[in-house]
């Protein structure tokens, strides 16, 4: 089945810096690549997601980037705010249809 | 208000008592799924269901065992907890199209003693 690791598992950032989280993946035939966010103590909530016939999607300050050659994808938070505290996850679909959970990056925005 | 609901949201039990963690929602989705998340090991797939009477192991299916009855309802048993089951425990759904978003329950903490 699919494997997705998340590196690296803790990120500091001073306010109004960039943080980027990068994961790579093991099924080629994966096609479909989300991002959760988990503020402390709730329930995990898709931020941003990005498909296999895409390289580069925006949403405001979240970008997520994918290169299929490499088998890896990685979060972009630009201007990060206190708000952007979270523990973010990457997940990959596979060719078994089953969503796989990287292990989650703690991201701390120092004021 | 489309959402899933797991209930309890918090439950301490002893080793051995059988216990059913319930899962519930209204967005008519195919796919559900139950996940456990512990310190340092992320999620963790436990089980999902494609559609009615549809069920499948995940990555950690050993000590659970879950039922479809019904397209909207996909509860969690633990027959025999065991401490190594404390964890916190998720509920998702999604339409069951292999790429769209997965919309999570509330989470419901167990403690196994």
């Given at each position: 089945?699919?494997?997705?690791?998340?590196h690296?598992?803790?990120?500091?950032?001073?306010?109004?810096?960039?943080?980027?989280?990068?994961?790579?993946?093991?099924?080629s035939?994966?096609?479909?690549?989300?991002?959760?966010?988990?503020?402390?103590?709730?329930?995990?909530?898709?931020?941003?997601?990005?498909?296999?016939?895409?390289?580069?999607?925006?949403d405001?300050?979240?970008?997520?980037?994918?290169?299929?050659?490499?088998?890896?994808?990685?979060l972009?938070?630009?201007e990060?705010q206190?708000?952007?505290s979270?523990?973010y996850f990457?997940?990959a679909?596979?060719?078994n249809?089953?969503?796989?959970?990287?292990?989650g990056?703690?991201?701390?925005?120092?004021? | 208000?489309?959402?899933?609901?797991q209930?309890?949201?918090?439950?301490?039990?002893?080793?051995?008592?059988?216990?059913?963690?319930?899962?519930?929602?209204?967005?008519?989705?195919?796919?559900?799924?139950w996940?456990?998340?512990?310190?340092?090991l992320?999620?963790?797939?436990?089980?999902?269901?494609?559609?009615?009477?549809?069920?499948d192991?995940g990555?950690?299916?050993?000590?659970?065992?879950?039922?479809?009855k019904?397209k909207?309802?996909?509860?969690?048993?633990?027959?025999?907890?065991?401490?190594?089951?404390?964890?916190?425990?998720?509920?998702?759904?999604?339409?069951?199209?292999?790429?769209?978003e997965?919309?999570f329950?509330?989470?419901?903490?167990?403690?196994?003693?």
């Open positions: 089945g699919e494997n997705v690791e998340q690296p598992s803790t990120l500091s950032v001073q306010e109004g810096d960039s943080a980027v989280i990068k994961c790579t993946y093991s099924d035939a994966s096609n479909y690549f989300p991002w959760y966010k988990q503020e402390l103590g709730k329930r995990p909530q898709l931020i941003i997601d990005i498909r296999s016939n895409v390289g580069e999607k925006k405001q300050r979240i970008a997520v980037t994918l290169n299929k050659t490499a088998k890896h994808f990685s972009h938070i630009t990060t206190p708000e952007d979270a523990v990457c997940a679909i596979g060719g249809n089953r969503l796989a959970f990287g292990k990056n703690q991201v701390v925005v120092i004021p | 208000e489309a959402q899933v609901t209930n309890p949201r918090y439950l301490i039990t002893v080793t051995g008592k059988k216990l059913t963690v319930t899962c519930s929602q209204n967005m008519n989705h195919e796919y559900m799924s996940y456990r998340q512990d310190p340092g992320g999620l963790r797939q436990i089980y999902y269901s494609m559609n009615v009477e549809v069920t192991k990555d950690v299916p050993e000590g659970y065992k879950v039922s479809r019904e909207r309802n996909f509860p969690l048993i633990l027959e025999s907890p065991s401490p190594n089951q404390t964890s916190l425990y998720f509920c998702a759904s999604s339409s069951g199209q292999s790429n769209t997965a919309f329950g509330q989470g419901t903490r167990l403690t196994v003693v």
